[in-house]
């Protein structure tokens, strides 16, 4: 049953991922999955697997009155248990088993229940230096808000990031804007980079590449608006994590880095070497 689970977890991680999507950078704190019954948030690998709401299993939602909509798939939640199990030596030792339910997302898949989520956003100033960054990128993309994901549509040429009140930080804002904004500069109106301009496989050197350009290139922005930030560090967690040739091929970073301060650059209307 382990493996079954791990196969289902693996391709749910997969396809976001294929989509452009990196589920594991979600610095913004509102917008999470909750247990419906208990309010409390998903934890672990889940975090991955679930979008932001309130999830219930079947049992949860009959007991307490509603009904799943006919025909609704529901998402798996993983945890562990323990399981004993005698050794050689013939005494009981707990080894952990990975098991999962299923729930279903409550304000699109149920009916009958009520939403108890009851989330305070965070206030914060904005940075100025910041803003006169994303003032200042000319042609820029235009930007959505929208709680629980960011990413950004080259066809459309668009972005989507959690509106500022979401993040406990504000600094973890601009990073999350500045990772985005970069991506931008790949447009073919733009600098037509290969890692935006071409559909890219999920682990292939282009798709991996392109999200090394931006992750160094929102650390560059956070340093030339003045404001702490662990880019770097968070790129070596989700990048470093799924693609081990960055740790062996030195020429891939420094080629990732020389474009990303061409996407640097085009944000901040400098003009660089075309050489370079």
Not at 174 to 199: A, K
Request: glycine share 8%.
């Amino acid at each position: 049953m382990s493996m079954k689970i791990y196969d289902m977890v693996t391709e749910r991680i997969i396809n976001q991922l294929e989509k452009g999507i990196v589920p594991w950078r979600r610095p913004w704190k509102i917008g999470t999955a909750v247990n419906w019954k208990t309010q409390k948030s998903y934890r672990g690998i889940n975090t991955l697997l679930l979008e932001p709401g309130e999830y219930a299993s079947f049992k949860q939602v009959t007991e307490a009155g509603g009904k799943v909509k006919k025909g609704e798939k529901g998402h798996i939640v993983v945890f562990w248990t323990w399981l004993e199990k005698e050794d050689e030596n013939g005494e009981m030792t707990k080894i952990p088993y990975l098991r999962y339910y299923t729930v279903f997302e409550v304000s699109k898949q149920c009916e009958g229940l009520q939403s108890k989520r009851n989330e305070q956003s965070f206030k914060h100033d904005l940075i100025e230096e910041a803003e006169r960054i994303c003032e200042g990128y000319k042609n820029a993309p235009l930007v959505r808000f929208s709680s629980g994901r960011a990413f950004y549509v080259p066809a459309q040429d668009y972005i989507s990031v959690p509106p500022i009140c979401d993040y406990e930080k504000p600094e973890e804002y601009y990073s999350t804007l500045f990772h985005e904004h970069m991506h931008s500069t790949g447009h073919s109106n733009r600098l037509n980079r290969q890692g935006i301009t071409e559909i890219a496989a999920f682990g292939s050197e282009t798709y991996s590449k392109e999200e090394l350009v931006a992750e160094i290139g929102a650390a560059m922005l956070c340093s030339f608006a003045g404001i702490d930030n662990s880019t770097i560090d968070n790129s070596v967690a989700y990048i470093g994590g799924w693609l081990r040739k960055l740790r062996s091929d030195n020429k891939m970073i420094i080629q990732a880095a020389g474009q990303a301060q061409k996407g640097v650059d085009h944000i901040l209307g400098v003009k660089f070497d075309e050489g370079g």
